[in-house]
């Protein structure tokens, strides 16, 4: 009885990793497509916004427009 207990155990250890490894492809998929279609490939408007105020604030001397960390 044993044998058959542990060919039962593997086989469905075996589905496991199966069905583990469609999800991540289907995952993969989903999150591929998403990427291309929910965000824009552009700038953010907040990034925009700081990058332009940079520039305005090295323009009359305010600040440096690429600070040094």
Do not use: C, K, W
Request: no cysteine; hydrophobic share 40%; aromatic share 4%.
């Amino acid at each position: 009885m044993r044998p058959a207990f542990h060919e039962l155990a593997a086989a469905r250890v075996a589905d496991l990793h199966q069905h583990a490894a469609r999800e991540r492809t289907a995952t993969a998929a989903i999150q591929g497509r998403r990427a291309r279609t929910h965000y824009r490939a552009g700038s953010v408007p907040g990034h925009t916004i700081t990058r332009l105020a940079r520039r305005v604030l090295a323009l009359f001397g305010g600040r440096n427009p690429s600070p040094t960390r």
